[in-house]
């Protein structure tokens, strides 16, 4: 989900990207001479952060499928890149695979997405994972990865403090190491337990909102996408889990964004433990490789009822376009199924792009960094429970209900209870329109 | 009307194209789209004023409607006394006076996104600081609250944007004779009857002007708007602009957004026309 982060992001480097991606396109146009055997497929693809990657993967496997070129266009996830996607596909232009965010998506683009039921990478994905793209009895859409979140947290901080964060099952164990903590402040050397940086609103409408409404919907993004009510039934337990991290963390609250609490706090040492996921791992090394490789973990939140889970889920998928030719898009399956099931695919899936793999198969893998490790550990074991949000994050109420209103009770401009309320008839409303 | 002859239409054809493609098409496009469901990529159905209907309940856009006429205002006043301010200033016989009208004009050559990410720290970092130094509470928690937001905006239009205006008030300053306010002088007029009765009035068209600029740019901001607050807390600092950007892309309701940007455009219109029309009449009078 770091793609929410390029969601505000993205605004301020559309441009740049959109630049870049007419600079791509009248490269593209002069070296089109190929012969009628040839297949090209076009990528266009919401996860920017592994643009490189994915260029370089795309190169390894025109040179092992001479007949087949690719070109990757990636755009800055979220909201500027549904935008592009549609100018693509109105402008003629549009792509042989492109990448779907949810089911809101899977609702847009269903004019354009092909069936991928009888791909390899469809029958080896796990379970559970498909539960989103799967409609009208058809798999449109191929998870990208798997991505988890919880408490990341400073290793040192902990040792020092003598806690065992993973003996922090449950709520109250949680909050009475989170105290202890508290109050030594001074000798961790720690400005504060937390940084909830109240600025990013998608940390809580989309992240710490999730457990406490997908216990309603099993974890199913699906189901709660189709729901005419959001029961909410565990949102005391969330009450008591967002003021924990307000009331311990690093203040002001409403003034830190991402970075502040990623790159200033945590990545330095500043903060015990932040609500993040596997994919700040590139932040936290760009700052201090050390400290990343050896020095932090992630355990899950606890949230009553489902203690020692870990939220694993998926942000994008792939779909492979069903409005162009037959040739091409049984050449864009391929290339799918190449990525994730062959041999070589496999390798570049885990060392290349860092992925923890959505798909069955790669039991001998070992991941490279310390959080998707964490991440790949709880999946191996089933230990997870599903993501419901991608069931919201597309749709109108998660931008204009659930964010400002979420915003409103940590600035302490509105109860709880009214909170609860607005996002439960928010949701009522635009559902029954 | 003779000379509107075939060179008159050639020389106007690249212009008007131009214009067509990029301006009256778009805007004929946007008026169809805001009576359909359209949602950037198709439409099912005419919709009629639905979309007109939805926005005059639409808490959000009335929200940013107001809080953008109370920018308008507030920046209106301040750019044009600043901007004048520093133009009279700056047109006085001293050393170092060139020196100052390029500093001045400085913070006009920084892109407002930047410019809004620089005092982003100013405000909550640099603030901040002074505030724990000087024990001074107001200078804390900016930009967490609708108050300081506003103010922050006002703050940093005000500082990039007094410089332009600046500039535009300089060139008619300039352009006064220099008899008129001899004459003046030995008539007898004080330095505060010469600037209402003689200065004042002859640079009325650089009111106009600059009360169009600082009007229609009131009303246009974004760039500062994104980058320093991006519409937080709770939304409550965003403004027209970006109320319509976030209901296209955020909530992809593309329909409704083209509704706004329709309504914008007309409120925008009328006001600056209204505007530059009663200020003309004035100009006329003095």
Same mark, same amino acid.
């Given at each position: 989900?770091?793609?929410?982060?390029?969601?505000?992001?993205?605004?301020?480097?559309?441009?740049?990207?959109?630049?870049?991606?007419?600079?791509?396109?009248?490269?593209?146009?002069?070296?089109?001479?190929?012969?009628?055997?040839?297949?090209?497929?076009?990528?266009?693809?919401?996860?920017?952060?592994?643009?490189?990657?994915?260029?370089?993967?795309?190169?390894?496997?025109?040179?092992?499928?001479?007949?087949?070129?690719?070109?990757?266009?990636?755009?800055?996830?979220?909201?500027?890149? @549904?935008?592009?996607?549609?100018?693509?596909?109105?402008?003629?232009?549009?792509?042989?695979?492109?990448?779907?965010?949810?089911?809101?998506?899977?609702?847009?683009?269903?004019?354009?997405? /092909?069936?991928?039921?009888?791909?390899?990478? /469809?029958?080896?994905?796990? #379970?559970?994972?498909?539960?989103?793209?799967?409609?009208?009895?058809?798999?449109?859409?191929?998870?990208?990865?798997?991505?988890?979140?919880?408490?990341?947290?400073?290793?040192?901080?902990?040792?020092?403090?003598?806690?065992?964060?993973?003996?922090?099952?449950?709520?109250?164990?949680?909050?009475?190491?989170?105290?202890?903590? @508290?109050?030594?402040?001074?000798?961790?050397?720690?400005?504060?337990?937390?940084?909830?940086?109240?600025?990013?609103?998608?940390?809580?409408?989309?992240?710490?909102?999730?457990?406490?409404?997908?216990?309603?919907?099993?974890?199913?993004?699906?189901?709660?996408?189709?729901?005419?009510?959001?029961?909410?039934?565990?949102?005391?337990?969330?009450?008591?889990?967002?003021?924990?991290?307000?009331?311990?963390?690093?203040?002001?609250?409403?003034?830190?964004?991402?970075?502040?609490?990623?790159?200033?706090?945590?990545?330095?040492?500043?903060? /015990?433990?932040?609500?993040?996921?596997?994919?700040?791992?590139?932040?936290?090394?760009?700052?201090?490789?050390?400290?990343?490789?050896?020095?932090?973990?992630?355990?899950?939140?606890?949230?009553?009822?489902?203690?020692?889970?870990?939220?694993?889920?998926?942000?994008?998928?792939?779909?492979?376009?069903?409005?162009?030719?037959?040739?091409?898009?049984?050449?864009?399956?391929?290339?799918?199924?190449?990525?994730?099931?062959?041999?070589?695919?496999?390798?570049?899936?885990?060392?290349?792009?860092?992925?923890?793999?959505?798909?069955?198969?790669?039991?001998?893998?070992?991941?490279?960094?310390?959080?998707?490790?964490?991440?790949?550990?709880?999946?191996?074991?089933?230990?997870?429970?599903?993501?419901?949000? #991608?069931?919201?994050?597309?749709?109108?109420? @998660?931008?204009?209900?659930?964010?400002?209103?979420?915003?409103?009770?940590?600035?302490?401009?509105?109860?709880?209870?009214?909170?609860?309320?607005?996002?439960?008839?928010?949701?009522?409303?635009?559902?029954?329109? | 009307?003779?000379?509107?002859?075939?060179?008159?239409?050639?020389?106007?054809?690249?212009?008007?194209? +131009?214009?067509?493609?990029?301006?009256?098409?778009?805007?004929?496009?946007?008026?169809?789209?805001?009576?359909?469901?359209?949602?950037?990529?198709?439409?099912?159905?005419?919709?009629?004023?639905?979309?007109?209907?939805?926005?005059?309940?639409?808490?959000?856009?009335?929200?940013?409607?107001?809080?953008?006429?109370?920018?308008?205002?507030?920046?209106?006043?301040?750019?044009?006394?600043?901007?004048?301010?520093?133009?009279?200033?700056?047109? =006085?016989?001293?050393?170092?006076?060139?020196?100052?009208?390029?500093?001045?004009?400085?913070?006009?050559?920084?892109?407002? %996104?930047?410019?809004?990410? &620089?005092?982003?720290?100013?405000?909550?970092?640099?603030? =901040?600081?002074?505030?724990?130094?000087?024990?001074?509470?107001?200078?804390? *928690?900016?930009?967490?609250?609708?108050?300081?937001?506003?103010?922050?905006?006002?703050?940093?239009?005000?500082? =990039?944007?007094?410089?332009?205006?600046?500039?535009?008030? &300089? +060139?008619?300053?300039?352009?006064?004779?220099?008899?008129?306010?001899?004459?003046?002088? &030995?008539?007898?007029?004080?330095?505060? =009857?010469?600037?209402?009765?003689?200065?004042?009035?002859?640079?009325?068209? +650089?009111?106009?002007?600059?009360?169009?600029?600082?009007?229609? *740019?009131?009303?246009?901001?974004?760039?500062?708007? %994104?980058?320093?607050?991006?519409?937080?807390?709770? *939304?409550?600092?965003?403004? %027209?602009?970006?109320?319509?950007?976030?209901?296209?892309?955020?909530?992809?309701?593309?329909?409704?957004?083209?509704?706004?940007?329709?309504?914008?455009?007309?409120?925008?219109? +009328?006001?600056?026309?209204?505007?530059?029309?009663?200020?003309?009449?004035?100009?006329?009078?003095?």
């Amino acid at each position: 989900m770091k793609k929410n982060f390029w969601k505000r992001l993205g605004k301020r480097v559309a441009v740049v990207a959109l630049a870049a991606g007419a600079a791509f396109t009248l490269a593209a146009c002069s070296n089109s001479s190929s012969s009628g055997k040839d297949v090209k497929i076009t990528i266009l693809q919401g996860k920017v952060e592994n643009n490189k990657q994915f260029k370089q993967i795309a190169k390894e496997y025109e040179k092992s499928h001479p007949h087949v070129k690719i070109e990757v266009t990636s755009i800055g996830g979220g909201t500027q890149y @549904d935008p592009v996607l549609k100018t693509r596909i109105s402008s003629g232009n549009a792509p042989t695979i492109f990448s779907l965010a949810g089911p809101a998506d899977v609702q847009q683009f269903k004019a354009h997405e /092909a069936d991928l039921s009888d791909t390899k990478a /469809a029958k080896a994905a796990q #379970p559970g994972t498909l539960d989103a793209v799967k409609t009208g009895g058809k798999i449109v859409g191929l998870p990208f990865n798997v991505e988890g979140y919880g408490f990341v947290y400073n290793k040192k901080v902990f040792e020092k403090a003598g806690i065992d964060p993973n003996s922090l099952t449950t709520v109250d164990k949680l909050e009475a190491a989170v105290k202890q903590l @508290d109050s030594q402040k001074e000798q961790l050397g720690i400005k504060g337990v937390f940084a909830l940086p109240g600025k990013e609103a998608w940390i809580m409408s989309d992240h710490l909102l999730n457990p406490y409404v997908a216990q309603d919907y099993n974890g199913n993004a699906l189901k709660l996408y189709k729901s005419k009510k959001m029961a909410f039934s565990k949102n005391a337990d969330m009450k008591t889990m967002l003021d924990l991290q307000k009331d311990y963390s690093i203040k002001p609250v409403m003034q830190m964004d991402y970075s502040a609490q990623v790159n200033q706090y945590f990545s330095q040492g500043k903060a /015990a433990m932040i609500q993040q996921g596997d994919w700040i791992y590139p932040t936290v090394e760009g700052i201090d490789k050390n400290f990343a490789k050896n020095d932090i973990g992630m355990i899950p939140i606890p949230v009553p009822g489902e203690e020692g889970k870990l939220p694993v889920g998926t942000s994008l998928y792939w779909a492979v376009n069903s409005q162009k030719s037959t040739a091409e898009q049984k050449a864009a399956k391929n290339f799918l199924d190449w990525l994730y099931t062959s041999k070589a695919g496999k390798k570049d899936v885990v060392n290349t792009l860092h992925f923890v793999p959505a798909y069955k198969g790669y039991d001998n893998y070992k991941m490279s960094d310390p959080l998707t490790s964490v991440v790949f550990n709880y999946s191996q074991k089933h230990q997870t429970t599903g993501w419901a949000f #991608p069931g919201y994050t597309g749709t109108s109420w @998660d931008p204009d209900v659930a964010q400002p209103n979420l915003q409103k009770y940590l600035s302490g401009k509105q109860s709880w209870d009214k909170t609860v309320k607005n996002m439960t008839d928010g949701w009522a409303k635009q559902q029954n329109k | 009307m003779k000379n509107r002859s075939l060179s008159f239409w050639l020389f106007l054809t690249p212009t008007l194209v +131009a214009l067509a493609l990029v301006v009256f098409i778009p805007v004929i496009e946007g008026l169809f789209y805001s009576f359909t469901n359209w949602d950037g990529l198709t439409f099912t159905k005419m919709v009629g004023f639905q979309n007109y209907i939805t926005l005059f309940h639409d808490k959000a856009f009335i929200n940013a409607f107001w809080f953008t006429v109370g920018f308008v205002i507030v920046t209106v006043i301040m750019l044009n006394v600043i901007g004048l301010g520093l133009a009279l200033l700056v047109t =006085q016989k001293f050393k170092g006076n060139n020196f100052l009208r390029t500093v001045f004009f400085m913070p006009n050559m920084i892109g407002g %996104l930047i410019l809004g990410f &620089i005092w982003q720290f100013i405000f909550t970092q640099g603030f =901040q600081a002074l505030g724990d130094a000087l024990h001074m509470n107001w200078l804390q *928690n900016w930009l967490t609250n609708e108050t300081t937001g506003f103010w922050g905006l006002v703050i940093v239009t005000v500082w =990039q944007m007094s410089g332009y205006i600046m500039i535009i008030y &300089i +060139a008619y300053l300039q352009n006064i004779p220099n008899e008129i306010i001899e004459a003046a002088k &030995i008539d007898g007029a004080s330095a505060w =009857q010469r600037f209402t009765k003689i200065t004042f009035p002859m640079i009325a068209p +650089a009111f106009t002007v600059c009360m169009f600029l600082t009007l229609s *740019n009131g009303f246009k901001i974004y760039d500062q708007n %994104l980058s320093l607050t991006n519409g937080g807390p709770y *939304n409550s600092t965003q403004m %027209l602009a970006m109320d319509i950007v976030n209901t296209a892309y955020n909530s992809a309701n593309f329909s409704l957004s083209e509704a706004k940007a329709i309504v914008f455009f007309v409120i925008v219109a +009328a006001i600056s026309l209204v505007q530059v029309a009663y200020n003309r009449k004035r100009e006329e009078d003095l």
